[in-house]
């Protein structure tokens, strides 16, 4: 999976797929999606398990084209965390702020499966 894969499916959720002047650049975008990678390795250390039995490490996308270390399974998990954390920064819309805290159960529901 690719940077870019969570990304874009980010962008269909927030309604935010008019480039290039998109209401949430890729910059802060992918840093979310860094921070999510991170937290889900915090919680979830056993998602660095390589299938030859040896310990993956953590590397962050810093480009659309970027890869992820974390499987697909986690592309849904980390599409909820970057909207969760893009809808916070407008907390002060009622409404954004409802869909903050409906990805961020989402995503809080999938770290726990």
């Given at each position: ?7 874009v ?32 390795v ?22 659309l ?49």
């Amino acid at each position: 999976m690719i940077a870019q894969n969570v990304i874009v499916q980010a962008r269909r959720q927030l309604a935010d797929e008019q480039g290039p002047q998109y209401r949430w650049p890729d910059k802060e975008l992918i840093d979310y999606l860094n921070d999510g990678q991170n937290e889900i390795v915090r919680l979830r250390p056993d998602q660095l398990l390589q299938a030859d039995g040896t310990i993956g490490t953590v590397s962050e996308p810093a480009a659309l084209g970027d890869t992820l270390f974390l499987s697909d399974l986690w592309k849904q998990g980390l599409t909820d965390y970057v909207c969760w954390r893009a809808f916070s920064t407008d907390g002060a819309d009622k409404a954004n702020a409802e869909k903050a805290a409906a990805h961020q159960g989402n995503y809080k529901a999938r770290v726990a499966s």
